[in-house]
């Protein structure tokens, strides 16, 4: 496996614990007020620019909402370079935008999130 498959392997999966990890605090939060639970989801597969991508979503954003931003910020020039925590330009209003994987100064994974990486209470990755 190379070194980006890699990396984009692990962002994966520490995305995915930020999301469940956010996902629990949400559940905590909502019995103790006892509100609704947040939606949390894993999307279908779509195709940008050849390229197949998986987003996932918690909070209120749906995954019609996600893909639309997602191919976006897929569009959205990153000054960066990989394998570092860069933002992503163009974010959509409210939330932070950050990408590890940079080609062609395009990012090629990421998330986008309200409140703390932590404790996301609206978010979306790729």
Known sequence: MDRA???????????????????????????????????????????????KYKGEVIGNVTCSNAKSRIVKMLSAHVPGRSYVNEPIPGAPKGFRCNTTLVQNHQARDGICYTGTLAYPKNGFTW
């Open 5 to 51: 498959q890699d990396l984009l392997n692990r962002t994966a999966l520490g995305l995915a614990a930020v999301l469940c990890a956010g996902a629990l605090a949400s559940l905590g939060a909502a019995s103790v007020a006892n509100a609704a639970p947040a939606a949390n989801q894993i999307c279908p597969t779509f195709t940008h620019a050849g390229v």
